[in-house]
């Protein structure tokens, strides 16, 4: 028996680098790198593992292993709070087929590492040993539970995300067909977009876990919303981006 969650969350400022490439049909292509540090991070992590086994054919024994990391963890006597730091580094790339079409690479925390310190954690170890039946038939059990809390030191990368999109433009129209892979998914995702003047208006649907999204953007300036369920009032996940870009 094995099951794992983890959770990570945290603040970042990104700052970028984009280089013109050679022109392609009369248009520039570009490459992009961007480096991020993060802060104010916050981590869950936790697992089991167990077996059961039966030593004789009326006995058995189930033995399991649970780990729980969590930076908002206190316990007596804990020593120094918990700290953590980040940073990644992401490349981009955008490259002109036609005049029409436009090919689009990204490869977001393309190299990573986080790292936390003092991080509190607690392992318990269950063992439920049943030796014996008694004459009414239920089990005697010579149960055991042990455990330790501690801080540790730990590092890990940043699941990499990665995505190939296709872009579209005709007048005032744009569509999109873009496919991305993050954690181990591969993730379809079919857009489309209308200028109205200084005004873009933007809709999105991602067919691998059923969201779709609808935003704006104004110059420099992109509001976002994503939810697994065109029905607000029966989503279960929700999603409210605003982006600004600033070159300078």
Do not use: C
């Not at 280089?19 to 981590?43: C, E, F, H, N």
């Not at 067909?177 to 991602?206: I, K």
């Not at 609808?214 to 420099?220: A, K, M, R």
């Not at 976002?224 to 999603?239: F, H, T």
């Amino acid at each position: 028996m094995q099951a794992r969650y983890f959770a990570w969350q945290a603040q970042g400022l990104r700052i970028g680098y984009s280089i013109d490439g050679p022109r392609i049909g009369g248009r520039a292509s570009s490459i992009a790198l961007s480096g991020a540090v993060y802060g104010k991070q916050r981590l869950r992590e936790r697992s089991v593992a167990g077996t059961l086994g039966y030593p004789r054919t009326d006995v058995y024994e189930a033995v399991a292993t649970h780990v729980d990391a969590d930076n908002r963890m206190t316990y007596p006597f804990m020593g120094e709070a918990p700290s953590a730091s980040g940073a990644g580094l992401s490349l981009a790339a955008t490259l002109p087929l036609l005049d029409a079409w436009t090919l689009r690479l990204q490869a977001e925390d393309l190299a990573s590492r986080l790292r936390w310190n003092n991080l509190p954690v607690n392992t318990e170890s269950p063992n439920s040993n049943a030796t014996s039946y008694d004459e009414n038939g239920y089990i005697n059990y010579q149960p055991l539970l042990s455990g330790r809390k501690q801080q540790v030191e730990r590092s890990f990368r940043i699941p990499r995300y990665t995505a190939a999109a296709l872009d579209y433009r005709y007048q005032d129209w744009g569509a999109s067909v873009q496919v991305a892979r993050y954690a181990g998914e591969t993730v379809p995702t079919f857009s489309v977009s209308r200028r109205f003047g200084w005004l873009t208006v933007r809709a999105n649907v991602e067919t691998r876990f059923d969201s779709a999204g609808i935003g704006l953007e104004v110059g420099n300036l992109r509001l976002m919303l994503q939810s697994d369920k065109l029905d607000l009032d029966r989503a279960r996940a929700r999603s409210l981006q605003l982006h600004y870009h600033l070159s300078f």
